[in-house]
Every structure is written in C-alpha cells, then in structure tokens.
C-alpha cells in the first residue's frame, strides 16, 4: 500500500501548462491543454503510508499532434513535451474522523517545444524552459475500511502561479512554462486493495481563476485515471488508461479574441496502456506507457481572430511515457523495547 501511495504522488508531473499555445492564427490559446497531466494518478491508490517524509523524482515525456476542425488545411502542429517532477510528501501520522493525513508539495520543470509544418500558414514554431508553477495538497485525507479492502481519499490540490513567465499575456509565446492564474484541483479516489491487487479509479476536476494579466479564463478539465494491477513478489503489473476532457467553454474577452486567443470549445480524449513496476526495497519503480486512442474536438468555440473568421477548435493527441522512483527519507525512531527487570528480594 505504501508504495502505490508513492506511486500516485509522484505521478502529479504536471504538464502542459503553456504546451502549444503559441499566439500563431488557428492555433492560439491561453492554456491547449489539462494543468495536470491526464494521467498524473495511474499506479496509485486511495491508500496512506506510515508516518515519515517521503521525497519523488518523476520524469514523463508526452509527444502529441494538434487536431480537430479548427486546424487549417488539416495540418497538424507537433508538441514535445518533458517534465521533471521533484517533490515531498509529509505524514504526520495524525488522523481527522477516522482518516489518515498527508500533505504534498511539487516542483515540476518542464521543457516544451511546439513546430508549426510548413503549407499551414505557419512556419516554425517556439521552444519554453523553466520553472512550472508549482502544485501544494495542503489536505489529503485517506479512509480505510476495515479489511475489506476498499479505501477512499479526497483532497484539495492547488496550482501556485510561481512558474516562469513574460509578456503581455503571461501565456502562449517563448519563455512561458508558468500561468499567470491559480487553478484548484479537489480529487477523489476509490481503491480495491487487498490480495496483492491495486484497483483503483481517480476523478479529479481542474478549475481556473481569470489570467491575472488579460482577463482570459480557461474552461474546467475533468480527469478520470484507472488502474487494475496485481503484484507479484516485488513486481507489479496492469492495465492502466485515462479519460480526460474539457467540460466548459473558455472566456475571452473581446481584447483577448482581437489578440488572438479565442474559445478553443471543449474536447476529450481517451488513452490506454500498461504498467511496470518493481520494489527494490528501500526504493520502488514503476514506468507505464499509454497512447491516445480517441479524441475529439467540437466546432463550437468563437474565431480566434475576428479579422478573417478562423477558429482554433482543437486538442493534442498523442502517447506517454511516465517514470516515477519514490522513496522515504524520514522515519520516526522506534522505542526500544522495554527492558523487563526480575524482581529482587532481600
């Protein structure tokens, strides 16, 4: 249970932030994608683990082409996106009705380059470095029922607008990996954890404050994440995937659409993939793949630029690799045992 704990934490890599989102006619948005990597919680549980301060790296790299009916003449803008994730996780070791505390802090860095193919209108594309914003659970609370196996957690995340920006619109142009807004990710997790099996399903819903530069405001993205995995001595195998999807419409306002940067209109995606995992000890593995097997963008969004009524409808669709390597680094003291003295007579 400990380890798939772990696993889920060091999972939150947190990607897309600014992926693609260069200002470019057809293609411009202040924010192309999820704040949290869809997929951020495969090869997790809604399990705790004993008290202590564990630390992760997690690495992902996500590859990705642009589509939907808002792409001119059917091209597709490419996306190569990496994030290196560090990150702690605090147990306290203290319980709140019934349920066990923790408390989560992420640093992610990412590295994301977007190409624009030639006969497209545009030529090029742009390349961003830097600090993401970084990403805090101040409260996490896990249950756990009895033996049966099934366990519950919920828990609030937020985004910390701390990541690398510039310009105008703290979005869509080089050197922008941060956002310039707050977005609140609260979570539920349901999990089957008995006999060596992880069965679990994460819902998890982003909302965002208007860009505290422009007044753009993204529309909400809902997650769901799955696993079924099953260990075997110090191995873990599965299945795994993902929904993820915008729910609402974004909101520009008119100075934002004559920029530019228009209602992308909502879309979805699903992925499916698999698992690896291996528990070395005093530090456990796991590496899952999946590939983007259906998504779909509507044709509902407003044009992007005024001028010549071109709208910018679409989503990326594409395959990830995640790796995540987790560990504790603190452990309270165990007392030692309680020394018995005979009784002595005199």
Request: with cysteine; glycine share 12%; charged share 15%.
């Amino acid at each position: 249970m400990t380890n798939a704990f772990l696993k889920r934490i060091a999972a939150l890599g947190l990607g897309l932030g600014m992926a693609a989102a260069i200002a470019q006619p057809g293609w411009a948005k202040e924010n192309h994608g999820e704040d949290t990597k869809a997929g951020a919680f495969i090869g997790a549980s809604a399990g705790a683990p004993p008290e202590g301060i564990y630390m992760f790296n997690q690495a992902f790299t996500y590859q990705a082409v642009n589509r939907g009916p808002g792409i001119p003449n059917q091209t597709n803008a490419k996306l190569n996106d990496n994030v290196d994730v560090q990150g702690f996780v605090f147990v306290p070791g203290w319980t709140f009705l019934g349920a066990t505390y923790d408390a989560v802090i992420v640093v992610p860095w990412e590295a994301v380059s977007v190409n624009f193919p030639q006969g497209a209108g545009q030529l090029g594309g742009a390349i961003a470095r830097g600090l993401d914003d970084p990403y805090i659970v101040p409260i996490e609370l896990s249950w756990k029922f009895g033996d049966s196996g099934f366990a519950v957690k919920t828990g609030l995340g937020i985004y910390v607008p701390m990541g690398t920006l510039s310009g105008a619109h703290g979005c869509c142009i080089a050197d922008n990996v941060g956002r310039a807004w707050w977005t609140f990710q609260p979570e539920l997790i349901l999990s089957y954890l008995k006999d060596g099996w992880n069965i679990s399903a994460f819902l998890y819903y982003e909302t965002s404050t208007e860009n505290f530069k422009d007044g753009f405001q993204n529309g909400d993205i809902f997650h769901v994440d799955w696993n079924i995995l099953k260990t075997i001595g110090k191995w873990t195998i599965g299945p795994v995937g993902y929904y993820v999807a915008q729910v609402n419409h974004d909101k520009p306002t008119a100075a934002n659409i004559a920029a530019g940067f228009g209602d992308q209109g909502t879309w979805n995606r699903v992925a499916i993939g698999a698992l690896v995992g291996y528990d070395f000890g005093p530090v456990s593995v796991s590496v899952w793949g999946a590939d983007e097997v259906w998504q779909h963008a509507d044709g509902n969004g407003t044009p992007t630029f005024v001028s010549n009524n071109q709208f910018n409808n679409s989503s990326w669709k594409g395959w990830t690799i995640f790796m995540n390597l987790s560990y504790r680094i603190w452990a309270p003291e165990t007392p030692p045992p309680e020394m018995k003295h005979p009784l002595v007579y005199k």
